[in-house]
T-cell receptor, first 111, second 115 residues
Framework: GQSLEQPSEVTAVEGAIVQINCTYQ??????LSWYQQHDGGAPTFLSY????GLEETGRFSSFLSRSDSYGYLLLQELQMKDSASYFC????????????FGQGTELSVKP | GAGVSQSPSNKVTEKGKDVELRCDPI?????LYWYRQSLGQGLEFLIY????????KSGLPSDRFSAERTGGSVSTLTIQRTQQEDSAVYLC?????????????FGSGTRLTVV
């Protein structure tokens, strides 16, 4: 089966940089995805890493190391609006494209 | 439509009653997923539809749960004889196809409360 581990909470100050780590165990690997969810809102897709290395999208970057079964989401120039839950997810090793999600990391950005 | 639409947004039901939750995916998206999210928890996979293939029902927690997708578009999740542990937010998502690199688009969910 698949399992993912990520910290439950992270706190940082406005303007800082924060890294949210994710380790995974999968039977077969088809990429690591990240989603953001504000309180009471719908999860929204942030990024996908299929190969090792860094993917950058504006203030957000995501990194993957397949040999370490590890990835992270890096948020730069933190803003108050970045306070949200962040989920890493891997595709199920079986048929289809369904994602298995981690328990989420609640990021609190303080002024 | 422009996004994934779910209805109702909130549902309060008495224990033992049946409920139906509806999901209207983005037009043209062949893949549709249902997840459940309990308070402060991650997303628990329930069921997945891809085109005309048989659905992946491996996440349904009991035989009280069922789902169908009519005409490759709208989906209904039905929970029979609801229990208090069914209280959660039920999220629907769709994607253009089963390749996950393009991400899912989620609806805003149905908050189900069983009293």
């Amino acid at each position: 089966g698949q399992s993912l581990e990520q910290p439950s909470e992270v706190t940082a100050v406005e303007g800082a940089i924060v890294q949210i780590n994710c380790t995974y165990q999968t039977s077969g690997f088809y990429g690591l995805s990240w989603y953001q969810q504000h309180d009471g809102g719908a999860p929204t897709f942030l990024s996908y890493n299929g190969l090792d290395g860094l993917e950058e999208t504006g203030r957000f970057s995501s990194f993957l190391s397949r040999s370490d079964s590890y990835g992270y989401l890096l948020l730069q120039e933190l803003q108050m609006k970045d306070s949200a839950s962040y989920f890493c997810a891997v595709r199920d090793g079986g048929q289809g494209g369904k994602l298995i999600f981690g328990q989420g990391t609640e990021l609190s950005v303080k002024p | 439509g422009a996004g994934v639409s779910q209805s109702p947004s909130n549902k309060v039901t008495e224990k033992g009653k049946d409920v139906e939750l509806r999901c209207d995916p983005i037009s043209g998206h062949t893949a549709l997923y249902w997840y459940r999210q309990s308070l402060g928890q991650g997303l628990e996979f329930l069921i997945y539809f891809q085109g005309n293939s048989a659905p992946d029902k491996s996440g349904l927690p009991s035989d009280r749960f069922s789902a169908e997708r009519t005409g490759g578009s709208v989906s209904t999740l039905t929970i029979q004889r609801t229990q208090q542990e069914d209280s959660a937010v039920y999220l629907c998502a769709s994607s253009p196809h089963r390749v996950v690199r393009y991400g899912y688009t989620f609806g805003s969910g149905t908050r189900l409360t069983v009293v």
